[in-house]
């Protein structure tokens, strides 16, 4: 089954404690981002990346790094959390770029809260 | 970032008709998305305008006016299961990965 998968789903962490959020597509795309929902803000783009070794800053790229070692892996990491990380995040994969015609799979997101 | 309005809120009966806007103000606009988020849900895709005119695909249509910088999503024969949010997004030409979201509209479908 064609899906993009984001791990954890749910995480209640520390301020400073690091942590990773991994998304892994299955469909060969070349495009992954991550993005940011927020009440009253809608959704915000964090990082994306064009292909592997490729990454671009988003919106909101303050407090988060992203690598794309392998076509099928993009995680998203926090190195020193914040409470206003605290939000869903969800990863996005595309065949091509985002400005395609192509349709952006979401994986199902992760809730995170940060203490 | 990208000026993206579209209304907060809408309400409607199942079985009539409702449409969404949006308008934005992008410099160097490539094409705009329509995604459908149900609650607790990820978005899911509507459509995708990047020429002029309306694009019909089963109950939904989008509409694009490139000139001014305005598009809507129409839905007819409105069901419950219609009711989620409604989010527009608009990409640049010169930046092929940058998605540009607005802050959705909440649909409620009443019986």
């Known amino acids: 089954e064609a899906q993009v998968t984001q791990n954890p789903r749910y995480l209640i962490t520390v301020t400073g404690k690091k942590l990773t959020v991994t998304c892994s597509q299955n469909m060969n795309h070349e495009y992954m981002s991550w993005y940011r929902q927020d009440p009253g803000l809608g959704l915000r783009q964090i990082y994306y990346?064009?292909?592997?070794?490729?990454?671009d800053k988003g919106d909101v790229p303050e407090g988060y790094k992203v690598s794309r070692k392998e076509k099928r892996n993009f995680p998203l990491i926090l190195e020193s959390p914040s409470p206003n990380q605290t939000s869903l995040y969800f990863c996005?994969?595309?065949?091509?770029?985002?400005?395609?015609?192509?349709?952006?799979?979401f994986g199902e997101g992760s809730r995170l809260t940060v203490l | 970032g990208q000026n993206i309005d579209q209304p907060t809120e809408m309400t409607a009966t199942e079985g009539a008709i409702v449409q969404i806007n949006c308008t934005y103000q992008?410099?160097?606009?490539?094409?705009l998305f329509w995604y459908q988020q149900h609650a607790g849900e990820a978005p899911t895709f509507l459509s995708y305008?990047?020429?002029?005119g309306l694009e019909e695909k089963g109950r939904f249509s989008s509409f694009l006016s490139r000139s001014k910088g305005y598009s809507y999503l129409l839905l007819k024969e409105l069901q419950m299961k219609d009711s989620a949010s409604y989010l527009c997004?608009?990409?640049?030409?010169?930046?092929?990965?940058?998605?540009?979201f607005g802050r959705g509209t909440q649909l409620t479908v009443w019986p």
């Open positions: 305008n990047v020429l002029d």
């Open positions: 990346s064009m292909n592997v070794e490729v990454t």
């Open positions: 997004a608009v990409t640049r030409g010169s930046t092929l990965g940058r998605l540009y």
């Open positions: 996005a994969s595309s065949l091509y770029g985002a400005g395609s015609a192509g349709e952006l799979f």
């Open positions: 992008t410099s160097g606009f490539n094409g």
